[in-house]
């Protein structure tokens, strides 16, 4: 029963990941509310979980001509030095912490997302 759940979350995860939302803000909590899991391995998990999605939306994305090869290497080496140096800072952040500031992008991520609402509605509303 425990692997139908974990590929329950894993599914409502890449939905959401697919829709932009990212699928961490599904699955880091799904773990570590509902299946007890530690933060430190949650957070581990979410970011293997992303690197194969990531290489095959780079897959897809260079496939439709929607990724200009010159212009890649300056985002993605940043990005992946980045990536690096922040998932060696969290493994050396106490769970506890760790765990309030990932709560806290939560909700900095839902004010973010209620006030683009809020912005399309009142640009609707001016249109129409």
């Known amino acids: 029963m425990g692997s139908i759940i974990i590929m329950l979350f894993a599914v409502c995860a890449g939905i959401l ?8 803000t599904v699955l880091i909590p799904a773990l570590t509310i509902f299946l007890g899991v530690e933060q430190h391995a949650a957070q581990a998990a979410n970011l293997l979980a992303f690197l194969p999605m990531s290489l095959l939306s780079l897959k897809v994305h260079f496939g439709n001509g929607l990724v200009k090869a010159r212009g890649a290497p300056p985002i993605i080496i940043p990005a992946v030095l980045f990536s690096a140096g922040c998932a060696l ?3 050396c952040t106490p769970a506890g912490l760790l765990r309030r500031m990932f709560g806290a992008f939560l909700v900095a991520l839902a004010v973010k997302q209620a006030a683009d609402i809020r912005s399309s509605l009142r640009a609707a509303k001016k249109k129409g």
């Not at 990941?17 to 961490?24: F, H, P, Y």
């Open 17 to 24: 990941g697919g829709m932009g939302m990212g699928g961490g």
């Open 89 to 91: 800072l969290a493994a």
